[in-house]
């Protein structure tokens, strides 16, 4: 189990919710780079097979938006090449380079954002406030795997009785997914209709409603808060200043290296890399209790003899 998983949902939705805002906010490429190093290595952290796999899809989007910009924008002064007549500039591809980032960077967040935090823990959050959309984030944040899941037993079930969508001439295969479709959307209907019936049943949202929560809030999320609230105001105070602003065009602007610009940033990359250092700190604390725990055995089998 991933470390952060501990955490409490308050303090992880307020981590997500800085690093996903700041990034999504900022073209600044220093920025962008280090909050996709971050992204890149809180998933290496919880499941690399799945990162990978990610990638497969992510990395083609991206690619092709990093394309689009210089072939539809053409500003800039240094001039590469022309195309049709067009200049293909290099502060155009460089933006469009700090845009795919941009969009990589959040994907990812997301991405980790998904397998981090639970639907228990988004209730928890948000039920109290509003039951609603407490209920319809968490319906929403289950609906891809449901589906994705539900999907393949209808597949395979139809495989089984001879009516396999992938097999067969072209018009039996639409025939066939569409019946797949027909069958996946009335199990989604009915689902839907017995999840809201076994809700109300259960007085969901009604007034003076308690639930029983597991989550309790410690030194240690204490302490993560008060961190995450110092470094996001060392943000802050930088975006004020207009640090984090960097303009493409008509040229590249300077990127001056001061003892606050280099604060600012280091910050943001300890923001960035907090979930990887809680995952490095549990497994130097694993390993230094392992060793214990085996040097204890090795002395009390040396006592014996």
Known sequence: MHPVHLLHPFVLCLFFATIIGLTMFSMHPVLLVLSLIGAICVNLTIDRSRFFQALKWF??????????????????????????????????????????????AVMLWCMALNQLMTTDQFIYLFGALSPAVALLISVTMRLVPRFKYQLQL?????????????AG?????????????????????????????????????????????????TKRDGWLLAVIVVLLSVQILGHWQQ????????????????????????????????????????GLKWRLLTSKISASVIHSATDKR
């Open 59 to 104: 990395l083609p989007f991206c690619i092709i938006a990093a394309l689009i910009n210089p072939l539809i924008t053409h500003d800039g002064e240094k001039v590469l090449l022309y195309v049709n007549y067009q200049p293909i500039t290099v502060e155009a591809i460089a933006y469009g380079i700090a845009m795919s980032t941009l969009i990589l």
């Open 154 to 166: 209808i597949m395979t079930a139809q495989k089984a009785i001879g009516r396999d969508p992938r």
């Open 243 to 282: 640090i984090a602003t960097f303009d493409y065009y008509p040229t590249f602007q300077a990127l001056p290296i001061t003892l606050y610009t280099v604060m600012f940033y280091s910050s943001f990359f300890v923001l960035a890399l907090l979930p990887t250092i809680l995952y490095v700190q549990e």
């Open 169 to 217: 001439s072209v018009w039996q295969r639409i025939k066939r997914a569409v019946q797949v479709i027909s069958i996946l959307i009335t199990w989604a209907l009915e689902n839907a209709i017995e999840s809201a019936d076994s809700m109300k049943a259960r007085g969901y949202g009604l007034s003076g409603r308690t639930t029983f929560s597991i989550f309790t809030f």
